[in-house]
């Protein structure tokens, strides 16, 4: 969408969503009822397996599973343990992976909206599979082609609401817009976590899928308000191919992103290992109430929701006086404080016995200010610099970080019945660490390519 296109589109618009452009609502809100469905439902994932699903009596019922045993096995896991941590990685990676095939898809053929629709039809399907054992494996895949084509296209919708020169519009509206992905990992955790510890795994996946349909209506709903679609690339005339400097600027924007992958590592082990460690090592009993373990997972995402204005005062003062940290640097120091977060694990298992629930607790809230730092940075990063041809390309290749990393959780996740819990969280610190570092590091020699 070119800069004169959308002034014209925001100069008609009577609405605004704290003084945004009002379609920023619509697809922050989609964001958060989809998120809700996905962090509810990877937030009993691992437990769900473990406990039940994995179990004699339920396993046999899996349509498909001993191929997909036989798979796992190649690739080291063997106990219900190991194929948990296995899957829950195979999922998120996969998960992160196909939106550079779905914003490839909607650059070429589909166009933006009709690929979030169809990709938030088919992650309803799998939620809803969910709720049964036979259709376990379906539910995955389900759930990892729809994510593909969804994900990366919302947030190229995201950037296309501004023009081109409006940096820092860009960048307030993907951190609002993350506050809609963190309303819906807290609420998602919290009340699929309850409803599976009172009613069953069942019930909660069905929660999820109900959510996911909420969000099909809601994107709907706003149809009017979004940026018109570009014409796809069958249909252009023309399409200028990459100069050099050009593709220097995607080789440098890949970088930074596969950068945070070293966090993403540290962070996402969280809803994998982490829920395993707490149900085992953590005191839960409160004033005669047992915290569900799920609703550890909803900690992080509320501290990003409101970290969100004290973190964007704090960089709005750096900048007023000269020293606000530029893109690179916030990735950095995202890893540094992601670091922190799993030494803090270090120093609970030290402590031994009965650990007291605040060292998961500040490990959350660390992570999610961590997170505040590296992704939203990311995104807008992107949005702001990649070149047109392949905008929605990049966004969706984005999150191959994610993916990468993800893949990682689960691969490192069956070394945990091997490794102590000390040893365990102190190798995700050095993980953390080492992406910071690297971060600092690239800062001067990236800088001219990721120049707007």
């Given at each position: 969408m070119t800069e004169s296109a959308v002034s014209a589109t925001t100069s008609h618009e009577t609405r605004t969503f704290f003084g945004e452009p009002i379609g920023l609502a619509y697809l922050a809100f989609t964001e958060a009822w989809e998120r809700f469905s996905y962090y509810g439902m990877t937030a009993i994932l691992v437990l769900?397996?473990?406990?039940?699903?994995?179990?004699?009596?339920?396993?046999?019922?899996?349509?498909?599973?001993?191929?997909?045993?036989r798979f796992l096995g190649a690739l080291g896991a063997t106990s219900p343990l190991q194929i948990a941590s296995q899957t829950f990685g195979l999922y998120t990676a996969l998960i992160y992976f196909t939106p550079v095939l779905g914003g490839l898809i909607a650059d070429r053929w589909l166009g933006?909206?009709?690929?979030?629709m169809l990709g938030a039809v088919l992650m309803s399907g799998g939620h809803i599979a969910m709720a049964f054992d036979v259709s376990f494996l379906l539910a995955m895949l389900l759930l990892i082609v729809g994510c593909g084509l969804l994900k990366g296209n919302i947030s190229t919708q995201v950037g296309e609401l501004y023009a081109q020169s409006d940096s820092e519009g860009r960048t307030r509206a993907f951190n609002i817009f993350s506050v809609g992905i963190n309303f819906g990992?807290?609420?998602?955790?919290?009340?699929?976590?309850?409803?599976?510890?009172?009613?069953g795994w069942h019930a909660g996946f069905g929660l999820a899928g109900i959510l996911m349909l909420t969000a099909l209506a809601t994107y709907i709903a706003g149809f009017?308000?979004?940026?018109?679609?570009?014409?796809?690339?069958?249909d252009r005339e023309a399409h200028a191919p990459l100069t050099a400097k050009q593709w220097l600027t995607v080789m440098a924007l890949v970088i930074a992103a596969m950068l945070t992958t070293f966090q993403s590592i540290a962070y996402?082990?969280?809803?994998?290992?982490?829920?395993?460690?707490?149900?085992?090592?953590?005191?839960?009993?409160?004033?005669?109430?047992?915290?569900p373990v799920a609703w550890f997972n909803s900690v992080d995402p509320l501290i990003s929701i409101v970290g969100v204005p004290f973190l964007l005062a704090l960089w709005r003062w750096q900048g007023a006086r000269g020293g606000a940290p530029g893109a690179l640097a916030k990735i950095g120091i995202g890893g540094v404080i992601a670091a922190a977060a799993?030494?803090?694990?270090?120093?609970?298992?030290?402590?031994?016995?009965?650990?007291?629930?605040?060292?998961?607790?500040?490990y959350d809230i660390?992570?999610?200010?961590?997170?505040?730092?590296?992704?939203?940075?990311?995104?807008?990063?992107?949005?702001?610099?990649?070149?047109?041809?392949?905008?929605?390309?990049?966004?969706?290749?984005?999150?191959?970080?994610?993916?990468?990393?993800?893949?990682?959780?689960?691969?490192?996740?069956?070394?945990?019945?091997?490794?102590?819990?000390t040893d365990f969280w102190a190798m995700h610190a050095g993980i953390a660490a080492t992406g910071g570092i690297l971060a600092f590091t690239l800062i001067r020699p990236l800088r001219p390519y990721l120049a707007a």
């Open positions: 769900y397996m473990t406990q039940q699903l994995l179990l004699p009596g339920h396993i046999e019922h899996i349509a498909g599973f001993e191929p997909y045993r933006h909206r009709p690929a979030v990992a807290v609420t998602g955790p919290l009340l699929v976590g309850l409803l599976a510890q009172l009613y009017s308000h979004f940026p018109a679609e570009r014409p796809k690339a069958r996402y082990q969280n809803t994998n290992m982490n829920l395993v460690w707490i149900d085992k090592y953590v005191d839960l009993d409160v004033l005669g109430f047992h915290v799993n030494l803090l694990l270090v120093v609970g298992c030290e402590i031994g016995g009965s650990i007291s629930l605040l060292y998961p607790l500040v660390l992570l999610g200010i961590a997170f505040l730092y590296y992704w939203p940075t990311v995104l807008a990063l992107i949005s702001q610099t990649a070149p047109i041809q392949v905008r929605a390309t990049l966004m969706g290749a984005s999150f191959l970080s994610l993916s990468l990393g993800d893949f990682f959780v689960g691969w490192l996740g069956g070394f945990y019945e091997q490794m102590s819990p």
